[in-house]
T-cell receptor, first 111, second 114 residues
Framework: DQQVKQNSPSLSVQEGRISILNCDYT??????FLWYKKYPAEGPTFLIS?????DKNEDGRFTVFLNKSAKHLSLHIVPSQPGDSAVYFC??????????FGQGTELSVKP | AAGVIQSPRHLIKEKRETATLKCYPI?????VYWYQQGPGQDPQFLIS???????DKGSIPDRFSAQQFSDYHSELNMSSLELGDSALYFC?????????????FGPGTRLLVL
């Protein structure tokens, strides 16, 4: 039972354009969400987070949007750079304090 | 800034052997988490420790055990290894366990069981 879902296994974007990575969750009690970026042979690197009391959080080129009614969040990267090519994981804390990960989306930014 | 350190980075074992993975959290972090990531899968939570006490348990097999020591480093002990234990094992650390803290991950240990 996948409580955090990233339905797009891969995404290809041209350099300079916007990358939009999507994430859906099933439990309306989830109240804190994080995005991680992972390169091969490395651990996940924290990118940005958002609390359920907000609907947007921005940090440089990265913005996360949260739509609680739709149980959906998205990560926007603009402008996209070739170095952004990696696997992006969405994660949420469940009521037990466990971090639940989505399946990941592999982003490829073409020069 | 200091990051989470894991050792070894790579480990090859045979079936039924034992393995010990080590994790050194970011200084002043009091919470350590262990995750297992199989090929093409998302990281799955195994177990966590807060202030040297087990704080939560996930899908950790009974053959595995872990502990957190007085210096906050943690060790994951894996016995009677099976082929299916081959995976990436990540350790993460955080300050506190509020359910809204950022977990910072180490580079992982890649375990191969032959």
């Amino acid at each position: 039972d996948q409580q955090v879902k990233q339905n797009s296994p891969s995404l290809s974007v041209q350099e300079g354009r916007i990358s939009i990575l999507n994430c859906d969750y099933t439990n309306s009690m989830f109240d804190y969400f994080l995005w991680y970026k992972k390169y091969p042979a490395e651990g996940p690197t924290f990118l940005i987070s958002i609390s359920s009391i907000k609907d947007k959080n921005e940090d440089g080129r990265f913005t996360v949007f949260l739509n609680k009614s739709a149980k959906h969040l998205s990560l926007h990267i603009v402008p996209s750079q070739p170095g952004d090519s990696a696997v992006y994981f969405c994660a949420a804390y469940n009521q037990g304090g466990k971090l639940i990960f989505g399946q990941g989306t592999e982003l490829s930014v073409k020069p | 800034a200091a990051g989470v350190i894991q050792s070894p980075r790579h480990l090859i074992k045979e079936k039924r052997e034992t393995a010990t993975l080590k994790c050194y959290p970011i200084p002043r972090h009091d919470t350590v988490y262990w995750y297992q990531q199989g090929p093409g899968q998302d990281p799955q939570f195994l177990i966590s420790f807060y202030e040297k006490m087990q704080s939560d348990k996930g899908s950790i097999p009974d053959r595995f055990s872990a502990q957190q020591f007085s210096d906050y480093h943690s060790e994951l002990n894996m016995s009677s290894l099976e082929l299916g234990d081959s995976a990436l094992y990540f350790c993460a650390s955080s300050l506190g366990t509020s359910g809204q803290e950022t977990q910072y991950f180490g580079p992982g240990t890649r375990l191969l069981v032959l």
